[in-house]
Nanobody, 115 residues
């Protein structure tokens, strides 16, 4: 069972990044998927969540209108499109798969927003 994030990097304020989370070893379609982030010295926070079928999404107030979560169950992939990035978005972004009592985590990908 594995979740692997990719797509992080250094971007200037106002820029965009697209993060991907690829699952292996389990059927992603059965799991609610969530992107979390943790900035240096801060607690982990929920960024965006998507239901198993992809019809229901939730976002942190701080990213509403800028970030979009989506999933492709056929490809076992969840994506986070991040636009209008600002320095406060700098963090390690991790994806989580949740179903009943099961929780799987990726190791995360670092996003740095700086000029």
């Amino acid at each position: 069972v594995q979740l692997v994030e990719s797509g992080g990097g250094l971007v200037q304020p106002g820029g965009s990044l697209r993060l991907s989370c690829v699952a292996s070893g389990f059927t992603l379609s059965r799991y609610v998927m969530t992107w979390y982030r943790q900035a240096p010295g801060k607690e982990r926070e929920l960024v965006a969540r998507i239901s198993t079928g992809g019809r229901i999404t939730n976002y942190a107030d701080s990213v509403k209108g800028r970030f979009t979560i989506s999933r492709d169950n056929a490809e076992n992939t969840v994506t986070l499109q991040m636009n209008s990035l600002n320095p406060e978005d700098t963090a390690v972004y991790s994806c989580n798969a949740h179903r009943v009592t099961e929780d799987y985590w990726g190791k995360g990908t670092l996003v740095t927003v700086s000029s």
